[in-house]
């Protein structure tokens, strides 16, 4: 397998509130609009007991960006729009070096506090794509053990070419550190799965302490890593954009990075993306189908929904509308592509998945 070592710095943070074995749900609705902290040392809790920080320098200490780093404003609370609400944007470095980061924390208390056999820890989240463009900011999200020397688990999404990539802790030429893995059957930097553009889409990681396992998942794609840091204990999550590279005058240009719907829990059996609590589907039905301008979703129990998102054949969500506890909904399709898709119902009591075809 071929592979490339990530020679990055990767900076850190940590993470958490505990509901059963969930660590963290987040989607920044009930944030306000604006800085997400005010403190950028990452000392003060901001926002949602959110804390953050930046750097303008890389390991040799020279800062080589006139993006302000250390400055609170690049990291934001921001409206995502229709089906999305509230965002967490954070924005890159236009230099070589440099970084921004939001992290929540105490996650090594709530994992030492974990159920006996929940070894793995599992992030999800919704990432927007954009388009690709002249930045070379990397977006990512991992997790670092407890004295945050090792990136055990992550992904990788670079905004200059959309493509989508694993992280971890690893051994293979030339030796052991993080390295970044294609999300294909052969794991391969030569074969990478690029994103669509201007998609909102849902990826997933996971880390399993026993085993070393990681874990990558997006849409149709599940890769399977034998980490190295077995016995290593989670000691936070980061979200953060980095500059993407080291080298002399290559980046010039700053990028932006849209997160949301973030989910974090431990699991004793790998649990990535897949449907959790499932109603049963006859209690929902959705009209007309097919379908040309809107849905209608209604229920036989009174079931009050909470979110509706709606799933291309390629496993990308192209639209996730969140509702307030709803008997009866309704969602705007006339924007989607003709074609099939999965129709996903969140509710107060689980989750169900039917199709529809868009006129």
């Known amino acids: 397998m071929k592979k490339q070592l990530l020679l990055a710095a990767f900076?850190?943070?940590?993470?958490?509130?505990?509901?059963?074995?969930?660590?963290?749900?987040?989607?920044?609705?009930?944030?306000?609009?604006?800085?997400?902290?005010?403190?950028?040392?990452?000392?003060?809790?901001?926002q949602g007991d959110w804390y953050a920080g930046g750097t303008n320098n890389g390991a040799a200490g020279t800062t080589t960006t006139t993006t302000n780093m250390t400055d609170a404003s690049v990291i934001q609370v921001v409206d995502g729009g229709e089906g999305h609400g509230n965002v967490l944007q954070i924005e890159g470095p236009n230099g070589n070096y440099g970084a921004a980061y939001a992290w929540k924390t105490g996650l090594a208390d709530f994992w030492d506090a974990r159920t006996e056999g929940n070894d793995l820890l599992e992030v999800e989240f919704d990432y927007y794509t954009g388009a690709p463009g002249a930045s070379l900011n990397n977006m990512r999200v991992a997790i670092f053990n407890e004295d945050s020397s090792k990136l055990l688990s992550g992904i990788n999404l670079a905004t200059s070419t959309g493509i989508i990539s694993g992280l971890g802790y690893y051994t293979s030429t030339p030796g052991t550190g993080t390295y970044i893995f294609g999300l294909n059957p052969e794991n391969t930097t030569s074969a990478n799965v690029i994103l669509p553009e201007n998609t909102w889409i849902r990826a997933g990681f996971s880390y399993n302490v026993t085993t070393g396992e990681i874990i990558f998942k997006y849409g149709e794609y599940s890769v399977s890593i034998e980490g190295a840091a077995p016995g290593e204990i989670p000691g936070?999550?980061?979200?953060?954009?980095?500059?993407?590279?080291?080298?002399?005058?290559?980046?010039?240009?700053?990028?932006?990075?849209?997160?949301?719907?973030?989910?974090?829990?431990?699991?004793?059996?790998?649990?990535?993306l897949a449907v959790k609590d499932v109603v049963a589907a006859t209690q929902f039905s959705i009209f007309p189908n097919p379908a040309t301008n809107v849905?209608?979703?209604?229920?036989?129990?009174?079931?009050?929904?909470?979110?509706?998102?709606?799933?291309?054949?390629?496993?990308?969500t192209v639209k996730s509308v969140k509702f307030n506890g709803a008997a009866e909904t309704q969602v705007n399709i006339s924007d989607l592509a003709s074609g099939v898709y999965m129709v996903t119902i969140a509710s107060e009591n689980g989750t169900t998945t039917k199709k529809i075809v868009k006129n």
């Open 236 to 272: 936070e999550i980061d979200f953060y954009a980095a500059a993407g590279s080291t080298t002399s005058a290559t980046n010039t240009e700053s990028a932006t990075g849209w997160f949301d719907n973030i989910a974090v829990k431990t699991s004793a059996s790998d649990s990535l």
């Open 295 to 316: 849905i209608n979703v209604t229920n036989a129990d009174n079931t009050l929904v909470n979110n509706v998102a709606i799933v291309d054949v390629n496993g990308r």
């Open 11 to 46: 900076l850190m943070g940590s993470f958490f509130t505990v509901k059963a074995q969930t660590f963290q749900s987040d989607d920044f609705n009930a944030l306000i609009v604006g800085n997400l902290v005010e403190d950028f040392t990452g000392v003060t809790a901001g």
